[in-house]
């Protein structure tokens, strides 16, 4: 049995805790940080969310002629500390892997570490996946600042 690869990053946000917990949660916010043409050349089709444990997820996006559906499930909340979920793509789900966001309160800024625990046949992503979500973590800091 293969090691899953494990991606982290760390990332430091001149925002509360809160605020920079909700970013995952909030449509409106998801919509400005982690999607759309503000991120790649992608037009968002439509993301939806039911924020609670076992509440799933669908972010689709459209790239080119090709639309894709960001899948999960949320499996732990516990605000503002917390965030769990599985993350894969509509129609792959033996795909699934765990993402987890640990956020630390420091005065008026946090500290949040994600966690993307990749199924070991995504093993060659893992470089990918690694620069999208620091894109992506990046995109929500210049959004916060605005």
Aim: net charge negative; hydrophobic share 40%; proline share 4%.
């Amino acid at each position: 049995m293969s090691t899953p690869p494990i991606v982290k990053i760390v990332r430091r946000y001149q925002a509360a805790a809160e605020k920079v917990f909700d970013a995952w949660l909030d449509l409106g916010m998801l919509s400005r940080w982690m999607f759309g043409p503000d991120m790649r050349d992608e037009e968002i089709v439509r993301l939806t969310l039911d924020a609670r444990p076992g509440g799933r997820f669908s972010f689709v996006v459209r790239r080119g002629d090709q639309e894709i559906d960001h899948v999960g499930q949320y499996l732990e909340i516990e605000r503002p500390r917390r965030l769990k979920f599985t993350w894969g793509l509509a129609g792959m789900s033996v795909d699934e892997s765990w993402v987890t966001i640990d956020i630390v309160a420091d005065g008026g800024a946090c500290e949040l570490t994600l966690t993307h625990e990749l199924d070991p046949a995504w093993s060659d992503y893992a470089d990918r996946t690694k620069q999208g979500w620091t894109m992506m973590c990046g995109k929500l800091a210049e959004v916060l600042e605005r």
